[in-house]
């Protein structure tokens, strides 16, 4: 069965700097999709970034990047000159390349951001 | 108005109670989920529908079900409540065309308190 795992409960930045989030996960496919959802108070669940298992390049969403290491099964995100508003909660999620639409979320990290 | 709408937004009920929780897309998606989200779990899936006639179980579907009334409309119910239902649950959609890559979209939540 696929997992996913975010090691960080917690994390906090200084605004302006950077932060990364950790996650890894399990799977014995080889084509599927990796994402990071952020969840502000609100309660919204907003799609920050999305990476596909055969692309080398990480993807890249102005500020948000990825550091996607398919053979360590890692798929870090990257918050470069954090701001207020990135304050949340992070999930990464899985989806395998079927038709069924299923995600794998991980535990989530909260990020904090400090003025 | 949101693409996604989850009815009741908040909701506190009393133990072996009958309660079901709403949703409804206007993005024209066949697929759609339930989710359950836990502190330190992330989200989990309850139960997926790819339309009318076609309801899966998820990973943690025992004390739910669901009915699919309308392409446009998945309603979740917990035929008797019990306090570990306590959760913020979600419901989302994604579309059948595309790649596993497909966003899905999400509702608001319903915050459910079971006491």
């Known amino acids: 069965a696929q997992t996913v795992t975010q090691s960080q409960p917690e994390m906090s930045v200084q605004e302006a700097e950077t932060v990364t989030l950790s996650c890894t996960y399990d799977t014995s496919e080889s084509d599927y999709y990796l994402f990071w959802y952020k969840q502000p108070p609100s309660r919204q669940m907003i799609l920050v970034i999305r990476?596909?298992?055969?692309?080398?390049q990480n993807a890249t969403e102005n500020r948000f990047s990825v550091n996607f290491q398919k053979a360590a099964k890692s798929f870090s995100l990257k918050i470069s000159d954090s701001q207020l508003g990135d304050a949340a909660m992070y999930f990464c999620?899985?989806?395998?390349?079927?038709?069924?639409?299923?995600?794998?979320f991980g535990q989530g990290t909260t990020l904090q951001v400090k003025p | 108005d949101a693409d996604v709408t989850q009815t009741p937004r908040n909701r506190i009920t009393k133990t072996g109670k009958r309660i079901m929780l709403e949703c409804s897309q206007t993005?024209?998606?066949?697929?759609m989920y339930w989710y359950r989200q836990d502190p330190g779990l992330g989200l989990r899936l309850i139960y997926y529908s790819f339309d009318v006639k076609d309801i899966n179980k998820g990973e943690i579907s025992d004390g739910y079900s669901v009915s699919r009334q309308a392409q446009a409309k998945f309603s979740l119910s917990l035929e008797s409540a019990i306090p570990n239902q306590t959760a913020l649950y979600f419901c989302a959609t994604s579309d059948r065309t595309g790649t596993g890559g497909t966003e899905a979209f999400f509702g608001q939540g319903t915050r459910l308190t079971v006491v």
């Open positions: 990476q596909e298992a055969y692309k080398q």
């Open positions: 993005k024209g998606h066949d697929r």
């Open positions: 999620a899985y989806r395998v390349s079927s038709n069924t639409g299923k995600l794998i």
